[in-house]
């Protein structure tokens, strides 16, 4: 029972880490995972937690590239950016229309806005 108990705790207090982006899009906020290290070929995964068809974008802050995605409710789509030396990358919600969302590689799992 204990070692149970112990179990449960530890992975409650268990950090989210990948070697991609991970982007959830629910109604009211974004969650995000990042990976520890940069990549040369970066994968972003954005997953559609709404019930509604969700539009955005995927850029670098200097707008070298710009990929437009558009995924159904409750699924997920999944990019290749290659050669990300180009700055940081930014999520642009379109449609249902949020705030940008700026990919930081080695922080921990973060939300937009902030944890309510």
């Not at 937690?49 to 539009?55: N, P, S």
């Not at 710009?66 to 159904?72: D, G, L, W």
Request: charged letters at 25%; aromatic letters at 12%; glycine letters at 4%.
């Amino acid at each position: 029972m204990l070692f149970l108990s112990f179990f449960f705790v530890s992975s409650i207090f268990a950090s989210e880490k990948g070697e991609s982006f991970i982007i959830r899009s629910f109604d009211d906020h974004i969650q995000v995972i990042a990976p520890q290290k940069y990549y040369p070929d970066q994968t972003v995964v954005i997953e559609n937690k709404t019930l509604i068809r969700l539009i955005g974008k995927l850029q670098t802050k200097d707008l070298e590239q710009v990929r437009h995605i558009a995924i159904e409710p409750g699924k997920y789509q999944s990019l290749k950016i290659p050669n990300q030396n180009k700055g940081p990358l930014v999520f642009i919600h379109l449609s249902p229309s949020f705030q940008e969302v700026e990919l930081r590689i080695g922080q921990e799992a973060y939300e937009i806005p902030p944890k309510r």
